[in-house]
């Protein structure tokens, strides 16, 4: 049960980010004074696209590598490209769509494996696994809203400090991931 314990904790972090992400995304990018456009779901829909690109390349790559390996490549790209999306001043517009394309790609790429990788280590079970690892991992991920909601209403650290403060999602991912058996069965 540990390693399942471990990737339901992933998926929860991940989805926390995720939510509350794209919770605040418009009032981020307005204020790093990108188009209207982009504030109006542009930036969103790179975030989800790359999400979308990178879900089929990376679990056939995860087929031939090993599930905890792209989980944990998945993470550690996430934890780069999410720090500059959170902390490099602003850039040129076409250098912030590949960067949303890359972070998006990283963190949703992780839901689909690890999810596979939990029907994987408990084969008898795959249904509750599924409602597990998505429904009730993302419900709780969802309350990241609100500490997202409280950080920027309540201190001082505004939009960019509450997006900052959920770069602790993917440094706990980190050793969980490792944590993960390194065969599967």
Same mark, same amino acid.
């Given at each position: 049960?540990?390693?399942?314990?471990?990737?339901?904790?992933?998926?929860?972090?991940?989805?926390?980010?995720?939510?509350?992400?794209?919770?605040?995304?418009? !009032?981020? /990018? !307005?204020?790093?004074?990108?188009?209207?456009?982009?504030?109006?779901?542009? @930036?969103?829909?790179?975030?989800?696209?790359?999400?979308?690109?990178?879900?089929?390349?990376?679990?056939?790559? @995860?087929?031939?590598?090993?599930?905890?390996?792209?989980?944990? +490549?998945?993470? /550690?790209? %996430? $934890? /780069? +490209?999410?720090?500059?999306? /959170? +902390?490099? #001043?602003? %850039?040129?517009?076409?250098?912030?769509?590949? $960067?949303?394309?890359?972070?998006?790609?990283?963190?949703?790429?992780?839901?689909?494996? &690890?999810?596979?990788? @939990?029907?994987?280590?408990? #084969?008898?079970? !795959?249904?509750?696994?599924?409602?597990?690892?998505? &429904?009730?991992?993302?419900?709780?991920?969802?309350?990241?809203?609100?500490?997202?909601?409280?950080?920027?209403?309540?201190?001082?650290?505004?939009?960019?400090? @509450? $997006?900052?403060?959920?770069?602790?999602?993917?440094?706990?991912?980190?050793?969980?991931?490792?944590?993960?058996?390194?065969? !599967?069965?």
């Amino acid at each position: 049960r540990g390693p399942l314990i471990a990737l339901y904790c992933i998926q929860v972090l991940i989805s926390g980010l995720a939510i509350g992400m794209a919770y605040v995304l418009p !009032e981020y /990018v !307005e204020l790093r004074g990108y188009p209207e456009w982009m504030i109006n779901g542009g @930036a969103h829909l790179f975030i989800i696209g790359g999400g979308a690109l990178i879900m089929i390349p990376a679990g056939q790559v @995860a087929d031939r590598v090993g599930r905890r390996r792209m989980i944990l +490549t998945l993470i /550690v790209l %996430m $934890l /780069v +490209t999410y720090s500059l999306f /959170v +902390t490099l #001043p602003n %850039m040129p517009l076409p250098a912030f769509i590949v $960067l949303c394309m890359v972070t998006g790609g990283a963190l949703m790429g992780v839901n689909p494996i &690890g999810v596979s990788l @939990a029907q994987h280590l408990a #084969p008898n079970s !795959e249904s509750m696994i599924s409602g597990v690892m998505m &429904g009730l991992a993302w419900t709780l991920g969802a309350f990241a809203t609100t500490i997202v909601g409280l950080i920027v209403k309540h201190t001082s650290l505004g939009v960019p400090g @509450a $997006l900052q403060c959920l770069l602790i999602a993917p440094v706990i991912c980190l050793p969980l991931a490792l944590s993960l058996p390194k065969r !599967e069965r």
